[in-house]
Protein backbone atom coordinates (compact mmCIF):
# COMPACT_ATOMS: atom_id res chain seq x y z
CA UNK A 1 0.00 0.00 0.00
CA UNK A 2 1.15 3.84 -1.10
CA UNK A 3 1.95 5.68 1.93
CA UNK A 4 1.42 9.53 2.11
CA UNK A 5 2.54 11.10 -0.87
CA UNK A 6 3.48 14.97 -1.33
CA UNK A 7 4.04 16.87 -4.45
CA UNK A 8 6.54 18.30 -5.46
CA UNK A 9 9.39 17.18 -3.50
CA UNK A 10 10.97 20.19 -3.76
CA UNK A 11 10.41 24.07 -4.63
CA UNK A 12 12.26 27.31 -5.13
CA UNK A 13 10.01 30.03 -4.99
CA UNK A 14 11.06 34.08 -4.94
CA UNK A 15 9.53 36.52 -2.35
CA UNK A 16 5.75 37.59 -3.05
CA UNK A 17 5.26 34.81 -4.79
CA UNK A 18 2.47 31.91 -4.16
CA UNK A 19 2.62 28.07 -3.56
CA UNK A 20 0.34 25.39 -4.09
CA UNK A 21 1.87 21.96 -1.90
CA UNK A 22 -0.42 18.19 -2.48
CA UNK A 23 -0.86 15.77 -0.44
CA UNK A 24 -2.65 12.18 -0.73
CA UNK A 25 -3.42 10.09 2.06
CA UNK A 26 -3.19 6.40 3.09
CA UNK A 27 -6.34 4.96 1.40
CA UNK A 28 -8.90 4.88 4.06
CA UNK A 29 -7.37 7.61 6.11
CA UNK A 30 -9.94 10.79 6.39
CA UNK A 31 -8.09 13.15 8.33
CA UNK A 32 -5.21 15.56 6.84
CA UNK A 33 -2.53 17.62 8.81
CA UNK A 34 0.33 20.03 7.62
CA UNK A 35 3.34 21.17 9.47
CA UNK A 36 5.97 23.43 9.28
CA UNK A 37 9.47 21.59 10.21
CA UNK A 38 12.06 24.78 10.08
CA UNK A 39 15.59 23.60 9.46
CA UNK A 40 16.88 21.96 13.29
CA UNK A 41 13.47 22.51 14.92
CA UNK A 42 10.56 20.44 15.70
CA UNK A 43 7.60 20.76 13.42
CA UNK A 44 4.82 23.18 14.07
CA UNK A 45 1.24 22.60 13.19
CA UNK A 46 -0.08 24.26 10.39
CA UNK A 47 -3.84 22.83 10.02
CA UNK A 48 -5.59 19.84 10.21
CA UNK A 49 -8.50 19.25 8.09
CA UNK A 50 -11.09 16.04 8.57
CA UNK A 51 -14.33 15.20 6.26
CA UNK A 52 -13.27 17.82 4.21
CA UNK A 53 -13.62 20.50 7.01
CA UNK A 54 -10.98 22.47 9.35
CA UNK A 55 -10.86 21.01 12.35
CA UNK A 56 -8.01 23.22 13.71
CA UNK A 57 -5.62 25.89 12.76
CA UNK A 58 -1.92 26.47 14.15
CA UNK A 59 -0.67 29.97 15.07
CA UNK A 60 0.26 30.90 11.03
CA UNK A 61 -1.01 34.08 8.99
CA UNK A 62 -3.76 34.50 6.79
CA UNK A 63 -1.17 33.92 3.72
CA UNK A 64 -1.87 30.14 4.65
CA UNK A 65 -4.40 28.26 3.91
CA UNK A 66 -5.88 24.83 2.67
CA UNK A 67 -8.71 22.59 1.59
CA UNK A 68 -9.10 18.84 1.32
CA UNK A 69 -11.25 17.42 -1.54
CA UNK A 70 -13.85 14.44 -1.55
CA UNK A 71 -11.05 11.91 -2.27
CA UNK A 72 -9.14 13.38 1.05
CA UNK A 73 -6.01 14.34 -0.82
CA UNK A 74 -5.56 18.42 0.40
CA UNK A 75 -3.38 21.18 -1.00
CA UNK A 76 -1.98 23.74 0.99
CA UNK A 77 -1.66 27.51 -0.30
CA UNK A 78 0.81 30.00 0.84
CA UNK A 79 0.42 33.25 -0.31
CA UNK A 80 2.46 36.50 -0.56
CA UNK A 81 6.09 33.97 0.46
CA UNK A 82 8.59 35.41 2.66
CA UNK A 83 12.45 34.43 2.87
CA UNK A 84 10.60 32.82 6.56
CA UNK A 85 8.24 30.46 4.28
CA UNK A 86 11.60 28.14 3.93
CA UNK A 87 10.98 24.98 5.77
CA UNK A 88 9.90 21.15 4.58
CA UNK A 89 6.18 20.97 4.69
CA UNK A 90 4.85 18.13 5.88
CA UNK A 91 1.69 16.57 5.52
CA UNK A 92 0.08 13.81 7.31
CA UNK A 93 -2.79 11.29 7.51
CA UNK A 94 -4.02 9.38 10.13
CA UNK A 95 -7.47 7.34 10.86
CA UNK A 96 -10.79 8.17 11.14
CA UNK A 97 -11.27 8.56 15.54
CA UNK A 98 -7.29 8.56 15.87
CA UNK A 99 -6.67 12.10 14.58
CA UNK A 100 -3.71 12.60 16.52
CA UNK A 101 -2.12 9.21 17.45
CA UNK A 102 -0.46 7.10 15.04
CA UNK A 103 -0.11 10.09 12.65
CA UNK A 104 1.50 8.70 9.23
CA UNK A 105 3.80 11.09 7.36
CA UNK A 106 4.96 12.04 3.98
CA UNK A 107 8.72 12.51 2.82
CA UNK A 108 7.41 16.46 2.37
CA UNK A 109 8.08 19.25 0.05
CA UNK A 110 11.65 21.32 0.92
CA UNK A 111 10.06 24.97 0.09
CA UNK A 112 12.93 27.25 -0.51
CA UNK A 113 11.96 31.08 -0.88
CA UNK A 114 14.62 33.53 -2.34
CA UNK B 1 2.50 26.39 29.06
CA UNK B 2 1.83 24.78 25.48
CA UNK B 3 5.90 23.59 25.19
CA UNK B 4 7.65 20.37 25.61
CA UNK B 5 11.44 20.93 26.16
CA UNK B 6 13.60 18.10 24.81
CA UNK B 7 17.28 17.42 25.63
CA UNK B 8 19.89 16.20 24.80
CA UNK B 9 19.79 18.47 21.44
CA UNK B 10 22.63 15.77 20.31
CA UNK B 11 24.00 12.63 21.76
CA UNK B 12 26.53 10.67 20.61
CA UNK B 13 26.40 6.84 21.95
CA UNK B 14 28.42 3.78 21.29
CA UNK B 15 26.85 0.66 19.67
CA UNK B 16 25.53 -1.68 21.89
CA UNK B 17 25.05 1.73 24.54
CA UNK B 18 21.96 3.06 25.85
CA UNK B 19 20.85 6.18 24.50
CA UNK B 20 18.32 8.18 26.60
CA UNK B 21 16.47 11.39 25.60
CA UNK B 22 14.55 13.10 28.23
CA UNK B 23 11.21 15.75 28.23
CA UNK B 24 9.13 18.15 29.78
CA UNK B 25 6.16 19.83 29.46
CA UNK B 26 4.12 22.08 31.58
CA UNK B 27 0.41 21.85 30.25
CA UNK B 28 -1.45 18.64 32.58
CA UNK B 29 -4.38 18.35 30.32
CA UNK B 30 -1.62 16.88 27.23
CA UNK B 31 -2.68 13.06 28.13
CA UNK B 32 -0.71 11.36 24.90
CA UNK B 33 2.81 11.15 24.48
CA UNK B 34 4.30 9.96 21.10
CA UNK B 35 8.02 9.48 20.07
CA UNK B 36 8.75 10.19 16.25
CA UNK B 37 12.03 8.97 14.72
CA UNK B 38 13.04 11.10 11.38
CA UNK B 39 16.12 9.49 8.99
CA UNK B 40 16.97 12.41 6.88
CA UNK B 41 15.04 13.25 3.49
CA UNK B 42 11.96 11.52 4.83
CA UNK B 43 8.96 12.66 7.42
CA UNK B 44 9.02 11.09 10.82
CA UNK B 45 7.66 7.75 11.68
CA UNK B 46 5.89 6.96 14.97
CA UNK B 47 8.30 4.98 17.01
CA UNK B 48 6.72 4.43 20.49
CA UNK B 49 3.73 6.38 22.49
CA UNK B 50 2.18 6.22 25.96
CA UNK B 51 -0.75 8.05 27.98
CA UNK B 52 -0.21 8.91 31.86
CA UNK B 53 -2.29 5.81 32.92
CA UNK B 54 0.98 3.76 32.53
CA UNK B 55 4.62 4.99 33.99
CA UNK B 56 6.58 2.68 31.26
CA UNK B 57 5.63 1.19 28.21
CA UNK B 58 8.06 -1.21 26.49
CA UNK B 59 8.61 -2.05 22.42
CA UNK B 60 11.53 -4.28 21.65
CA UNK B 61 14.46 -2.61 22.86
CA UNK B 62 12.35 0.81 22.85
CA UNK B 63 10.95 2.15 26.07
CA UNK B 64 9.29 5.27 27.13
CA UNK B 65 9.29 6.11 31.48
CA UNK B 66 6.60 8.59 32.39
CA UNK B 67 6.85 10.76 35.38
CA UNK B 68 3.05 12.31 35.37
CA UNK B 69 4.12 13.85 39.00
CA UNK B 70 7.15 15.44 37.49
CA UNK B 71 5.74 16.04 33.68
CA UNK B 72 8.28 14.10 32.51
CA UNK B 73 8.85 11.58 30.00
CA UNK B 74 11.90 9.85 28.19
CA UNK B 75 13.02 7.42 25.65
CA UNK B 76 14.99 4.46 26.56
CA UNK B 77 16.81 2.67 23.37
CA UNK B 78 18.71 -0.07 24.57
CA UNK B 79 21.43 -2.07 22.49
CA UNK B 80 21.71 1.03 20.38
CA UNK B 81 22.78 0.03 16.51
CA UNK B 82 24.02 2.21 13.43
CA UNK B 83 20.76 2.69 12.19
CA UNK B 84 19.15 3.74 15.19
CA UNK B 85 21.42 6.96 14.21
CA UNK B 86 18.49 9.91 13.61
CA UNK B 87 16.52 12.74 15.06
CA UNK B 88 14.38 11.87 18.00
CA UNK B 89 11.49 13.81 18.50
CA UNK B 90 8.67 14.07 21.77
CA UNK B 91 5.30 15.44 21.15
CA UNK B 92 2.10 15.91 23.67
CA UNK B 93 -1.41 16.48 22.95
CA UNK B 94 -4.59 15.86 24.32
CA UNK B 95 -7.73 14.77 22.90
CA UNK B 96 -9.34 18.08 22.92
CA UNK B 97 -6.58 19.35 20.70
CA UNK B 98 -6.09 19.12 17.40
CA UNK B 99 -2.25 19.40 17.09
CA UNK B 100 0.80 17.71 18.31
CA UNK B 101 3.43 20.03 20.21
CA UNK B 102 6.26 19.30 19.61
CA UNK B 103 10.01 18.96 21.17
CA UNK B 104 12.91 20.79 19.12
CA UNK B 105 14.64 17.31 18.52
CA UNK B 106 17.85 15.19 19.56
CA UNK B 107 20.17 14.28 17.18
CA UNK B 108 21.28 10.85 17.99
CA UNK B 109 24.51 9.36 16.64
CA UNK B 110 25.45 5.81 17.23
CA UNK B 111 29.52 5.01 16.60
CA UNK B 112 30.16 1.68 15.31
Known amino acids: DAGVTQSPTHLIKTRGQHVTLRCSPI?????VSWYQQVLGQGPQFIFQ???????GRGNFPDRFSARQFPNYSSELNVNALLLGDSALYLC?????????????FGSGTQLSVL | QQQVKQSPQSLIVQKGGISIINCAYE??????FPWYQQFPGKGPALLIA???DVSEKKEGRFTISFNKSAKQFSLHIMDSQPGDSATYFC???????????WGAGTKLIIKP
Open chain 1, 92 to 104: ASSLPGATNEKLF
Open chain 1, 27 to 31: SGHKS
Open chain 1, 49 to 55: YYEKEER
Open chain 2, 27 to 32: NTAFDY
Open chain 2, 50 to 52: IRP
Open chain 2, 91 to 101: AATSDSNYQLI
